[in-house]
Structures are given as C-alpha cells and as structure tokens.
C-alpha cells in the first residue's frame, strides 16, 4: 500500500494556502471583513454546486456540532484573520509566518488526544524539526508585546481549524465539514460588515483585486478545505499537521517566481531542513504497514490490543465512490457478529452446509 498517497491531498492543499501569501498583498488596503465575507460567500455556492455535480449527501448539522462548527467558522476563518491584520501592526510579518507555522507541534500533542490515541514521539520530533526549518524559510523579526500575543492568538486560531473538525468529520465528512464551517464564516463576516465597515467600499475594487479575491475563494477555500480536511479523515490531525510546513515554502517559492528574487541561502536550508522533517514523521514504520482505516475518533470503536505504538499508522485512502458509505457510516447495515451460526434461509439449510441424510 502506497503510505503516502492519503497525504497528497493534503499538501496539495498547503500549497494553495501558500499561494494565498502573494495573493493577498493586493488585498492590504481593501476593507477586511468585506472583501473576506465576499470571499467565503462565493466558496460557499461553489461547494453547493460542486456536491450536487458529485451527488455528495450533506447533512443538517445536530446539537453540539454546530458548536464545532460555529468554532471552526470563529477561529480559524474570522479570527485568524483578525490576528494576522491586527498582529502585522505590531511585529513584522515574518514573527506572525513562524508563529503560524509552528502548528505542527500543537497538532501532534492535542490531535492524536482528541483522536482517543496517545501522541508519537516520532510525529511530535518531526513537528519540532518542520518548524525548525519554517523558522529558517520564514526569519525573525521584531515584535512588540502585542505582537506576540496577536502571534499566539493566530497559531491558536490556526490549530483550532483542524483540531476543532475532528469530532465533526466522522458524520459530515470533508464536504459537509467544508461548506458548514464556510456559509457560517461568511454570516459572522457579514455582521462584522455591517458594524465596522462600509459595503459599499467593494464597489472602489478593481479587476486585480477581484480576481485576488475569486482566487482565495475557489483554489484557497473551497478547494483547499475539500483537500486539507480528507487528509485529516484519512490519517488524523497529527500526522496531517506537519504538511503545514509546506505552506511556508510553497509561499517562499512563489513569490520568487512572481518577481521576489532568489531566496538566500537560510531559505534553502530551510527547505532542506522541512522536508528531512516531514520524510521523518510521515514515513510509516514497517510495522504498522499493515493497518488500514480511519482514525479511532473517525472510526467509531478501537481496534482490540491496539498499543500506542500505532498513534501515527497509516490509513487507506477510500475510493471517491465510496466516501459516503466510510464518512457516513451510519448508513451502513450493522456487521454480523462473530461466532454465531449463519441463518437458515426458508428453502432450506444455511449455504455451505450438507443436509442431514435420512
């Protein structure tokens, strides 16, 4: 089995959140909640639209998932990006990239807890060695006290996106995950809107702007969040959590590419001391090949005589045909139990066994 292929989706995904650095400084002088809002509103009608092409069942969310919900949409859609615009007045940008891309570590320690499964000490080494080599790519810079807390405040809110999805992932899946937690961001964002800004400001935006803005909405939220939130069904957030590295370097390379020179050389160390981390934490040991299916938390029931040993084991990748009977399982007919003898169907005795003689 191929251990790295539930990972592409989700480094796909960091690229694209990497994409969104460039993207972005277009957008530094347009009105932040409205240019935001106007943004998820659009994924949200793109994720309808492309769950109805995929004929993906969505469903209502139920008592305390809207909670989970609710804290996806504030924290990681609404208040990072408060503590971002907030904390770049306070500290350079490079104190806020290093504060975000130390994630990795918070999602090893409280992902796999979350996941009913203690932490990996090889999955929380390769955490501190993906942030090392982020702080390489990233550099210091200098911060105020205020800028250090509006950094804490973003890693948070950038931990709580993934860690506050896994209760949730197991019944809505990365579709219904996605598109509840974006239409809920868009709705705070429109009251912010309606408070502290002027609407109409959208209409100074130019065709540079809004095409900044369709492409934070398609690539970077809907497509994105489809990508990022399988990859954390698939093999849990901990595990998942180190791709974050790769957003840092695919912000670095493309902004060289789009006219930012060429990195010197602690960015290239950097890159090599990343992806050394991410070889040490999403390689699978030999052991643990042989294991297939979803996280415990996702799953439903822990496997008999499982040990710690298994906290990062790989996970099998569904077919896209099947994602709704993994995702929602409770559709699926209850399995047999063990040990007890097959029915007997009408016409006579159960398939495979001889009939008494005479």
């Known amino acids: 089995m191929n251990t790295f292929a539930p990972l592409a989706p989700g480094a796909l995904g960091m690229v694209l959140v990497g994409s969104s650095v460039t993207v972005s400084?277009?957008?530094?002088h347009a009105p932040l909640f409205a240019t935001q809002c106007v943004r998820y509103a659009a994924a949200t009608l793109l994720l309808l639209a492309l769950a109805r092409a995929a004929r993906v069942p969505l469903l209502r969310p139920r008592?305390?998932?809207w909670l989970w919900l609710a804290g996806i949409a504030a924290t990681g859609l609404v208040l990072f990006n408060v503590a971002v615009v907030r904390g770049v007045a306070h500290a350079e940008?490079?104190?806020i990239a290093?504060?975000?891309a130390s994630a990795p570590v918070l999602l090893g320690v409280l992902g796999p807890l979350l996941e009913g499964r203690r932490p990996s000490r090889r999955i929380l080494a390769a955490a501190v060695v993906v942030v090392a080599g982020a702080v390489l790519v990233e550099g210091t810079g200098r911060t105020d006290a205020a800028g250090v807390a509006w950094a804490a405040l973003a890693l948070a809110c950038e931990a709580a996106f993934t860690l506050l999805a896994v209760p949730v992932l197991r019944r809505h899946g990365p579709w219904g995950v996605s598109l509840h937690a974006v239409w809920l961001g868009a709705v705070m964002l429109a009251a912010l809107t309606l408070l502290t800004e002027h609407p109409a400001a959208l209409l100074t935006l130019g065709p540079a702007r809004w095409a900044a803005v369709g492409h934070l909405a398609v690539m970077v939220t809907a497509v994105a969040f489809l990508l990022w939130y399988r990859t954390v069904a698939a093999v849990g957030a901990g595990r998942a959590g180190l791709l974050t590295g790769?957003?840092?370097l695919a912000a670095a390379a493309i902004g060289a590419l789009s006219g930012g020179g060429i990195p010197g050389p602690p960015v290239w160390l950097g890159l090599v001391v990343v992806v050394a981390g991410l070889a040490l934490g999403l390689r699978a040991p030999r052991r643990e090949t042989a294991r297939s299916g979803?996280?415990?938390?996702?799953?439903?029931?822990r496997p008999c005589g499982s040990q710690s040993a298994d906290a990062d084991a790989p996970v099998q990748q569904p077919p896209v045909q099947q994602l709704d009977a993994v995702l929602l399982p409770h559709r699926q007919p209850p399995a047999p139990r063990p040990g007890l003898p097959g029915r007997r169907g009408a016409a006579g005795p159960a398939a495979g066994r001889r009939s008494p003689g005479p």
Do not use: I, K, T
Request: proline residues 17%; aromatic residues 0%.
């Open 63 to 65: 008592g305390r998932e």
């Open 93 to 95: 940008p490079a104190v």
């Open 246 to 248: 790769v957003a840092p």
């Open 294 to 301: 979803p996280p415990r938390a996702l799953e439903g029931s």
């Open 25 to 28: 400084r277009s957008l530094v």
């Open 98 to 100: 290093v504060a975000v």
